[in-house]
């Protein structure tokens, strides 16, 4: 027990993860508005919350528009339900963006705002408006939330799949993990000659690749909901997908020679190879160009901007106890490849 | 090896077509899921597989210590 402590410990942490990245509810937000256009004059807007509580905190609730400098506050305001709310707005003349951002605030959900929510039609749009124009005092001082609850943050295009965070990363950094170890064995096995490592740096490599697998996978989900394609021409993606490509060679190289000792020399110098090649596909070349995927080509990762505190508490115990189960079932392979060498040599003793 | 390949490959396009079925809906549909509590079964599902996963590797783990044991007797 006391030297398996580390495998409780990733179990452990990959069901709290998984109960908490599943359950915990997304903080409230705009779904959707309707229409998506305004026009000079009165405009009558419906509003569609998320996981909102227009109804509970229609007392303190107010609505406004962003347009540049100038705030646009409604004339006429009547909650539907805890998701729906109607606002009349009366859109002036001259603006000085071409698309206005909606908030939201009551107690009950604090304040929650949609960026770009309406596109301006057939208004002028100017580069600054005077400053009587402007309108900021129809705000008044936003309302605090009540109690605030642990949730995940609501992002207009990713919405629920936020939480694929928790397996999609941990699924390419246990990939990564396993593929280092496997090539720190491949390096062992040059310097040793010792079959065991050739067979450790096989069974790291299946291993990882199963966890490329399941990345790929949710990736492509994940695609397919906020991009609408289950894949798109990214140099992160193909560069991905060509990392595991160049892993799939490396079984085909071993399995193609017959003499074992001769497959495993080639095996071990081509897994060093393969892994500069997946780092070079997977890391270097994705962040030299433009990209849609987080962390690449300018886009944030883990940055404030797109992962929250509650994010993180669930995010790094995910990936600390998915990278224990990959070496978990990397050590598994490892002792089972021992068992049946040494019975094969007890065989022919 | 071409065993697995297959029981993988099954399990691949099953998986790919139950989420392109759920994407396939309207954005209503995790609503729907919600709100009729049918969301709380998937999750369920999600966590039993999940738990079987660890369960297996936990019988694996002690049946290969057993056979590492009986091993170093043999020896």
Redesign the interface.
């Given at each position: 027990m006391a030297r398996?402590w580390w495998?409780v410990l990733s179990?452990l942490l990959?069901?709290t993860t998984?109960?908490i990245g599943?359950?915990a509810p997304l903080a409230p937000g705009i779904?959707?508005v309707s229409p998506e256009r305004l026009a000079y004059g009165v405009n009558s807007v419906t509003v569609t919350g998320y996981n909102t509580r227009f109804a509970e905190g229609e007392e303190d609730l107010q609505v406004w528009l962003s347009n540049g400098t100038q705030l646009i506050c409604p004339y006429e305001l009547s909650v539907v339900n805890d998701r729906e709310l109607r606002a009349t707005f009366s859109i002036p003349e001259k603006t000085e963006d071409a698309f206005f951002d909606l908030y939201v605030n009551n107690s009950k959900d604090g304040t929650v705002m949609l960026e770009s929510a309406f596109m301006q039609k057939d208004l002028t749009v100017v580069a600054s408006l005077p400053e009587n124009e402007r309108n900021p005092s129809c705000v008044r001082k936003p309302a605090v939330t009540e109690a605030a609850e642990f949730n995940f943050p609501n992002q207009s295009i990713l919405?629920?799949t936020i939480r694929n965070l928790f397996f999609h990363v941990p699924a390419w950094f246990t990939m990564m993990l396993l593929m280092g170890f496997s090539l720190a064995y491949s390096i062992l096995y040059l310097r040793r000659s010792d079959m065991a490592y050739d067979a450790k740096a096989s069974d790291a490599a299946t291993v990882g690749l199963v966890f490329a697998a399941a990345g790929l996978?949710t990736g492509s989900?994940w695609a397919?909901?906020t991009w609408g394609a289950w894949w798109v021409s990214d140099p992160r993606l193909n560069g991905a997908a060509l990392g595991v490509l160049v892993y799939l060679a490396y079984f085909v190289l071993k399995s193609s020679v017959n003499d074992s000792e001769k497959a495993a020399a080639l095996g071990a110098v081509y897994n060093i190879f393969a892994f500069v090649m997946m780092m070079l596909f997977i890391m270097v070349l994705p962040r030299m160009t433009d990209s849609l995927h987080p962390g690449v080509g300018g886009n944030p990762a883990f940055s404030q901007y797109d992962l929250d505190d509650n994010m993180r508490m669930i995010f790094y115990p995910a990936v600390i106890g998915w990278m224990g189960?990959g070496v978990?079932?990397m050590q598994?392979m490892n002792?089972?490849s021992a068992?049946k060498r040494?019975k094969i040599l007890?065989e022919y003793a | 090896m071409l065993k697995h390949l297959r029981q993988f490959f099954v399990l691949f396009i099953a998986y790919l077509m139950t989420v392109s079925s759920a994407l396939g809906q309207d954005r209503g549909f995790e609503d729907v899921m919600m709100d009729s509590g049918k969301l709380n079964v998937v999750f369920a599902v999600v966590v039993m597989l999940i738990v079987v996963m660890i369960g297996f590797l936990v019988y694996l783990d002690r049946r290969v210590s057993r056979m590492e044991r009986q091993e170093k007797i043999k020896k």
């Open positions: 398996n495998k179990a990959v069901l998984l109960v599943l359950k779904a959707e919405n629920e996978a989900v397919r909901f189960i978990w079932i598994l002792r089972t068992l040494a007890r | -």
